[in-house]
Nanobody
Framework: VQLQASGGGLVQAGGSLRLSCAAS????????TGWYRQAPGKQRELVAL???????NIADSVKGRFMISRDSAKKTVDLQMSSLKPEDTAVYYC???????????WGQGTQVTVSS
């Protein structure tokens, strides 16, 4: 399994960014995939995930502003981020976990910086 994240950058508050995770070696129907983030001095936290069956879980802190989607043909998992706030600044990580297994994988992080 390989996860390759892209799309981070610097944006002003109120702006938008789209992160994309290219996933190889997995089948979306058997894996949950998602995005986590880690801000300096804080623990890594779940931002959004999409389960193998297609249902989603969005953190309360980003609900209504972020949306997760996947494209089975392209094997990508995207995080559309809107109305960004300075507190969204973090390194964002793509993640995959096989259903009914403790096996999971992380992509390299991508930095998102939101300036006020």
């Amino acid at each position: 399994v390989q996860l390759q994240a892209s799309g981070g950058g610097l944006v002003q508050a109120g702006g938008s960014l789209r992160l994309s995770c290219a996933a190889s070696g997995i089948t979306f129907s058997r894996y949950s995939t998602g995005w986590y983030r880690q801000a300096p001095g804080k623990q890594r936290e779940l931002v959004a995930l999409i389960r193998s069956g297609g249902s989603t879980n969005i953190a309360d802190s980003v609900k209504g502003r972020f949306m997760i989607s996947r494209d089975s043909a392209k094997k990508t998992v995207d995080l559309q981020m809107s109305s960004l706030k300075p507190e969204d600044t973090a390194v964002y990580y793509c993640h995959a976990r096989r259903d009914f297994s403790s096996s999971d994988w992380w992509g390299q992080g991508t930095q998102v910086t939101v300036s006020s």
